[in-house]
């Protein structure tokens, strides 16, 4: 079913510093994930499976590579009624970039004037789950909502990363920190959890429009927790959405609730790691609910060599088009397109990304090696932090090293 009332728009525009260095050349949108994907892939695979089709992004930092994904791997029918549209930051209400979430909404205001859907979702582009629109939008309607949040139980030590909301027997959102510091309000009866806001809006057109108009006049954020919602709650009917009831074609029950937050290296690594499970949460081999993407004009992956202790092995591992391994060794890791793994080298619990020759003899684990870098014969990587470091690599708290792109060794 086509959803022609509806217009999305993702926010896509965001620095991703704690992404860093994946982000140094792309917006984190546009960060490859799981093998073949980019980021914001699984919000917009999420809309495309759900309907929705009148789709703009709203791009602003170093775009090329997120607009170049976009236009080449999410062709739609114009015919239809359908766009994807990328709309760069054009400064229409000042010579500014956008000052927050919400004031990337408002200097595209027109765009919700030109389409005068009856509804408006507002989506972040940045995170790696799968969501049935339509059940969320029903219960939109259902609550005669002004504006509905999904929410999520997430650690309270973990708080801080997000919005917390707090509702009542109805789930009317009663109560809301933006980002809390200390002492976040719990779920109760569980007080080890909050219920977090997942970044994503259903407004109704009115309430959205009169709400950014007002934000645009208070001196503010002008971001949609600090600013919006916490405006609006008071005296508005907003409503939050459980995510964790979000059913969907095919989904197995290790998969309902499945929500990461990709926005720091390790967190990033992690969800990368999850994938490679026998059952992992978050399944992308559902015929039911697909993960499109661009399709690369590359030939199948090859394993080559078996002769004595050189041989060309993958366990557990995700092996992207275009790969040669050739008598090296993986386990636990994930390829994209076009990697080649030389002989004798030994690879572990690492994200290899595109176009990365691995030299004979090396070794690395638990490492992030960012796109066109080549690994010489016997180099060691994931081993010595301090060597790491030397070298200009990042590696964080619990020892995940990042090679940036390029990087000459």
Partial sequence: MYNDDVLVMILAGGEGRRLYPLTKDRAKPAVPF?????????????????????????????????????????PVSPFLGQYIDLVPAQMRTGNEWYKGTADAIYQNINTIYDEN???????????????????????HKEKGAGLTISGIPVPIEEAYHFGVMEVDENWRLIGFQEKPKSNPKTIPGR??????????????????????????????????????????????????????????????ETERGYWRDVGSIDSYWK?????????????????????????????????????????GMATNSLVSEGCIISGGQISRCILSPNVRVNSF??????????????????????????KYVDIPPYTKIGFDKEEDLARGFYVTETGITVVPKGAIL
């Fill in 271 to 311: 969800a990368n790691m999850d994938l490679l499970d026998v059952q992992p949460e978050f399944n992308l081999y559902s015929n039911e609910w697909p993960i499109r993407t661009f399709n690369y004009n590359y030939p199948p992956a090859k394993f080559v060599w078996e002769e004595s202790e050189r041989i």
């Fill in 117 to 139: 859907p009856a509804y408006v979702c507002v989506f972040g582009g940045d995170h790696v789950y799968k969501m049935d629109v339509r059940h969320k939008l029903e219960y």
């Fill in 345 to 370: 080298s030994v690879i572990r619990e690492s994200i290899i990304m595109e176009d990365v020759n691995i030299g004979r003899h090396a070794e690395i684990k638990r490492a992030i090696i960012d």
């Fill in 34 to 74: 799981g093998g073949r994907y980019r980021i914001i892939d699984f919000v917009l695979n999420n809309f495309a499976n759900s309907g929705f089709y009148k789709i703009k992004i709203l791009t602003q930092f170093k775009s090329d590579s997120l607009n170049k994904h976009v236009s080449r791997g999410w």
């Fill in 191 to 252: 007080p080890d959890m909050v219920l977090a806001s997942m970044g994503n809006y259903i407004f109704n057109k009115d309430a959205i429009i009169k709400e950014l108009k007002s934000d645009a006049k208070r001196s503010s954020s002008h971001d949609f927790g600090r600013d919006i919602i916490t405006h609006m709650y008071p005296k508005g009917k907003v409503y939050v959405y459980d995510f964790s009831r979000n059913r969907l074609p095919g989904m197995s």
